[in-house]
């Protein structure tokens, strides 16, 4: 898989592992964008990271930085360790299997695919799924994770609890890629008119970067910078 001048490997098995390979999550040309903020030497935090697309083209790309992506999916997690291997050195990388939040405490995923590279999932006080950990961010750098420098979040709604749990580490973040989703975030009780306001409050300019071109609907994706 090549983006701009930067290529990476990826296994591919799966139905949804073929599919976002070839087209990349409708996400090419905002992950060229990405890419192209890089200088090497960034924390990157991937949030909702599922097989690595966005994670293993940014470790391609970093000389001594690191990205951590965090996947609590074990299935995808397992998948996006094994490609980020592939890509790699492991001082490039770091996995973890919280799902990032605004309360440190337990939950349930609950997905609409079983198999690697599906990545519609949601977090649910009720029903069944499978038991997680969920964090903050902030008590997730406290346990000895580094603080992020950029962000890349796609959690399926969830965004808004994932940017309030990072609390300070905010003021060293400048810039943030974040997917919204207008019907998705309403199982939070949030909208995306609430997450950009939070953004704007924050100190951070928005510019609308359009639809992914795989016609996913009532996704759109931003790009906040400060």
């Known amino acids: 898989m090549t983006v701009g001048e930067t290529t990476a490997r990826f296994t591919v098995s799966t139905r949804s592992e073929r599919r976002r390979a070839k087209r990349l999550g409708g996400e090419r040309r905002v992950i060229e964008m990405f890419l192209d ?6 924390v990157v935090w991937d949030v909702g990271a599922c097989v690595g697309t966005y994670a293993c083209l940014i470790a391609r790309r970093l000389s001594s930085g690191c ?10 997690r397992s ?16 996995t973890s299997a919280v799902a990032l939040f605004d309360t440190d405490g337990e939950s ?12 519609h999932h949601y977090l649910s006080a009720h029903g069944e799924g499978l038991p997680i950990e969920v964090r903050r961010g902030d ?39 974040v997917e919204l989703h207008t019907e998705k975030s309403k199982r939070y ?19 609308h970067l359009g639809d992914p071109t795989n016609g996913r609907p009532g996704a759109y994706l931003v790009r906040a910078q400060r």
């Open 79 to 94: 998948r996006l360790s094994e490609n980020l291997s592939a890509n790699a050195p492991t001082e490039r990388w770091r």
């Open 37 to 42: 903020e890089l200088s090497g030497s960034e």
């Open 139 to 177: 008590s997730v750098v406290a346990s000895g994770y580094p603080a992020p420098d950029m962000l890349k979040i796609d959690v399926q709604g969830a965004e808004l609890q994932v940017l309030r749990g990072l609390g300070g580490l905010l003021d060293g973040v400048n810039t943030i890629y």
């Open 108 to 119: 349930v995923l609950q997905s609409e695919f079983v198999e690697a590279g599906g990545g």
């Open 189 to 207: 009780g949030t909208t995306t008119d609430e997450i950009e306001a939070f953004l704007r409050e924050e100190g951070y300019s928005l510019t």
């Open 67 to 76: 990205v951590v992506a965090f996947e609590p999916d074990p299935t995808n």
